[in-house]
């Protein structure tokens, strides 16, 4: 993986001097050349419209945007290239699905179950449709390592769940869910299940068949695609029964004055001129991905988390949270350094040209559940090195030492 770095033209800088480390992942990956050279190809050779003009151009760029749908019905193994619908992100397609599929579905004294350890994108449009709808919301419990309770799961899974929306795996704690269970279990009780992969498409091989999920949401721009481009993958049957969130132009089939038809899907859903640049950016991040192999990129985080969990732990005054080894852990660890608030930490951090994440990273009721305000995280990716975790760990021991002298002479 080392001799990949060179094709990421940003990691070549430096921050405060440093040469810099970036361990923000999580939030948002760094970019191929490749990558970029597709968008850069976009814009000077074939920028056009897609789908509307007969024209060799506007046929060119329509082509490149429907193979971007075919590589992501290929990465996450979709039955259908019908059932890849693009959008800008994770975020809008779960408010898509709480507006559309949710409040036709939804009806007072229903229940959507999510899990303590939700992004905010997939708790407030859930929170929203059961209040503009009467529904109830409940919340899987935690184990004490973090994972998922499975035995809470199926006690709060009921006849009346018709939702069931869980992170495949958590932006903080680094847990990888058995979506598969819960999918069995919730078709059991009738319900729908909904994944949200925004922190698994890019670090691990995603089979929405084998998960028996009916939607799953992932974003562009953590799997080193570009930003404001995202896809919502559903089955078919479920699509078809999905009135569109938007509509306009490109999404009808004939508009009259008083009525409208819509086009089949996906393209119904796909109001105004699309994302195409992002598109195709996202279908040339896949191709890199493919070609390294989503097997390889896992085993290789796994080498990097296994060894940045050991070595935190000659850290004094370190807490992690969540999972304490690396079996069925992504790269994410979140931790918090005693004495030293989480956004001292980032901040003396940065001082080091190390990158890292601090706060609630918009999981606000995992953090009341875990009983802190903030956490220190970082976030491995397949261009990180084991000796940039060394150098955290240096880093990390030498903050200790300041705020421990500081304290001393404060005293």
């Known amino acids: 993986m080392k001799t990949m770095r060179s094709d990421f033209p940003i990691l070549n800088q430096k921050i405060n001097g440093q040469q810099m480390i970036y361990l923000d ?118 184990n004490n390592d973090g994972t998922l309770n499975l035995a809470d799961a199926e006690q709060k899974m009921t006849n009346k769940t018709k939702i069931v929306a869980v992170t495949h795996a958590s932006n903080v704690l680094g847990v990888v869910n058995p979506i598969k269970l819960l999918a069995e279990m919730a078709h059991e009780h009738g319900a729908i299940i909904i994944a949200d992969g925004a ?117 004094p005054g370190i807490t992690v949270y969540g999972p304490q080894d690396s079996a069925h852990h992504t790269g994410v660890i979140a931790f918090n350094m005693s004495g030293v608030h989480a956004h001292d930490l980032a901040t003396a951090l940065d001082q080091e040209g190390i990158e890292v994440r601090a706060g609630h990273h918009c999981a606000q009721p995992l953090m009341q559940y875990l009983g802190v305000a903030a956490t220190v995280r970082v976030s491995f990716y397949l261009y990180n090195t084991r000796e940039e975790i060394d150098q955290l760990i240096a880093a990390l021991k030498k903050i200790k030492e300041y705020f421990n002298r500081e304290f001393t002479q404060f005293r």
């Open 25 to 142: 992942n999580a939030a948002t990956s760094q970019k191929p050349q490749a990558m970029i050279n597709a968008l850069v190809k976009y814009y000077q050779n074939d920028n056009a419209n897609v789908h509307r003009g007969i024209y060799d151009l506007s046929q060119r760029a329509t082509e490149q945007y429907e193979q971007a749908r075919d590589k992501v019905q290929t990465f996450i193994h979709a039955e259908k290239r019908t059932e890849i619908l693009f959008t800008r992100g994770t975020t809008e397609s779960l408010n898509w699905l709480a507006s559309t599929y949710g409040v036709d579905q939804i009806k007072p004294g229903d229940e959507i179950l999510l899990s303590y350890m939700e992004h905010h994108s997939n708790i407030v449009p859930w929170q929203q449709l059961a209040q503009r709808v009467g529904a109830n919301l409940k919340y899987i419990g935690l």
């Open 199 to 315: 922190q698994s498409a890019p670090h691990m091989a995603v089979n929405v068949q084998d998960m028996a999920v009916d939607f799953f949401v992932f974003s562009g721009h953590k799997m080193l695609g570009p930003t404001g481009i995202g896809v919502l993958y559903g089955k078919s049957e479920l699509l078809e029964k999905m009135m569109p969130a938007q509509y306009g132009g490109e999404m009808i089939e004939r508009v009259g004055l008083h009525e409208a038809t819509f086009q089949p899907i996906p393209w119904r859903f796909e109001a105004g001129t699309p994302n195409i640049a992002g598109a195709i950016g996202l279908g040339a991040a896949i191709d890199y991905l493919t070609r390294i192999g989503m097997a390889d990129v896992t085993k290789y985080e796994h080498e990097l988390v296994t060894y940045a969990l050991s070595q935190l732990k000659s850290v």
